[in-house]
């Protein structure tokens, strides 16, 4: 038998999106982000919003209390709690990828991580790692775009890792993704020099711009994720000064950066002594956006 209190009638949501819909245009919040919640808690389809036709339906079963759906659009209009965070799921790529307050929201522009890795690589095999996984984004993506390789997903926070390991299962990835806890390289000590490759979206934000990001990310997201130290490149100095301990020659390097950061990286691994043929690659904003490498 369903709570009762999971059920609502059809005018009462009506009623409660038109009330949603204005508070977000009064706060600069996108109003369309109602209707994505909707999608998401209630099981509405886009047309039955589009043409309002729910408010006529007798009762339509919510994933939690109308009231605490309302609580929690409160602290996205007041506290700017980001809306993905509310639905506890994002799309990415042709995924729903679970997420919480513990992992950084997988961010469309990290999508381009996997479509290179699929140009470039999509008959690669053997072990590939994703460090600093998150909520397992790129490792699913990867795993789904190099169908013969094993994935070695890290990450140093184990709240990530239960939702990244979460989503592996529920997307159909359990035996094709491994999970470790630690800093970077290090959980995969066992396996040094064996490594094809390796994809990473480390924090790469300066400390002193983290206080100037939108409150939905400073104030929401986990600053591990975020902060790369005083010039932003602290982790990506360490991945360039380890990694090649860990990949075999003609191993793949291959990392998301801010904005900006492109020469300095390049500059990082040139003068490291142990990459050939660096490249960046940019997003879909035309941002040099990733930086590639092999192991010479």
């Not at 808690?41 to 043409?51: F, S, Y």
């Not at 799921?89 to 990290?110: D, Q, Y």
């Amino acid at each position: 038998m369903e709570e009762k209190h999971l059920i609502v009638s059809g005018l009462q949501l009506w009623q409660w999106r038109n009330v949603a819909i204005q508070a977000a245009i009064a706060t600069d919040v996108p109003p369309r982000e109602v209707d994505w919640l909707l999608i998401e808690v209630a099981g509405l389809d886009r047309l039955a919003l589009r043409l309002e036709s729910f408010k006529n339906w007798p009762q339509i079963q919510l994933q939690l209390p109308l009231v605490e759906l309302d609580q929690l659009w409160q602290r996205r209009l007041n506290e700017r709690l980001p809306v993905q965070y509310i639905a506890g799921v994002t799309p990415w790529r042709n995924f729903k990828i679970a997420v919480s307050s513990a992992v950084l929201i997988p961010r469309p522009e990290t999508e381009c991580l996997i479509d290179l890795a699929k140009a470039l690589f999509a008959d690669a095999s053997g072990h590939w790692a994703d460090l600093g996984t998150g909520s397992g984004a790129i490792a699913i993506g990867l795993a789904d775009v190099l169908p013969k390789a094993t994935i070695h997903a890290v990450d140093y926070s184990l709240a990530a890792l239960a939702i990244a390991q979460a989503n592996a299962d529920d997307l159909g990835f359990a035996d094709r993704i491994k999970f470790y806890q630690g800093s970077w390289w290090e959980p995969l000590a066992l396996l040094k020099g064996q490594f094809n490759g390796m994809v990473s979206n480390p924090p790469y934000i300066p400390t002193s711009i983290l206080p100037t990001l939108q409150p939905e990310v400073v104030n929401h997201e986990p600053h591990l994720a975020l902060d790369g130290g005083a010039d932003g490149l602290d982790c990506i100095r360490n991945l360039v000064e380890i990694s090649p301990s860990y990949l075999r020659s003609g191993g793949v390097w291959l990392i998301e950066m801010m904005a900006g950061q492109a020469n300095a990286v390049r500059e990082l691994l040139q003068n490291q002594g142990n990459y050939c043929n660096i490249q960046t690659h940019a997003d879909l904003a035309g941002i040099e956006r990733f930086a590639l490498a092999y192991k010479s």
